[in-house]
């Protein structure tokens, strides 16, 4: 599955279609333009994989986690309308609130503050920050431990 949530579902989240259509650019008001849901949508689904592909191999799939894709669905979703929102300058105070969370959870997930059991670890990536592989990776030498080493190195 690479869609958290369909154009239909878009739709369905605004009380009328022309006001959906309005946000779209369209020049029928009972006709919204599918191209601007289809680019405001993958946009939301880019930036929330943006996100969780710190943790996890994306796009997400849901498909044994019904309460995982209703979750990732609802945010996809949030996201969208407020980038449809956003493209006309009309950004409500609840829907940058709601942007605001979806964009949080992300960050938890991606910091592992959340973590979603049912999704796969990418391939050759570790969960760890990137701070701890350097952590392991760095050693330091007291001046005495370089006595010897490539003719040593004087006096520091």
């Known amino acids: ?42 946009a939301a689904e880019g930036e929330i994989n943006g996100y969780l592909a710190r943790r996890y191999a994306v796009p997400l799939d849901t498909s044994a986690d019904t309460g995982l894709a209703g979750a990732l669905r609802g945010m996809a979703l949030d996201l969208t309308v407020y980038k449809l929102y956003a493209r006309q300058g ?9 942007r605001n969370q979806v964009i949080e959870w992300c960050q938890r997930v991606a910091s592992g503050e959340i973590l979603i059991p049912s999704a796969l670890t990418p391939t050759g990536t570790a969960n760890d920050s990137p701070s701890t ?8 030498f007291a001046h005495d431990s370089y006595k010897g080493v490539a003719g040593g190195l004087g006096a520091l």
């Open 1 to 42: 599955m690479s869609d958290y949530c369909t154009n239909a579902e878009v739709k369905a989240r605004f009380r009328s279609t022309a006001e959906i259509a309005n946000l779209t650019d369209s020049t029928d008001p009972d006709t919204p333009n599918d191209s601007i849901i289809t680019e405001c949508r993958q």
């Open 90 to 98: 009309q950004v409500s105070e609840a829907h940058a609130s709601a």
């Open 133 to 140: 592989d350097w952590d392991c990776a760095v050693r330091i």
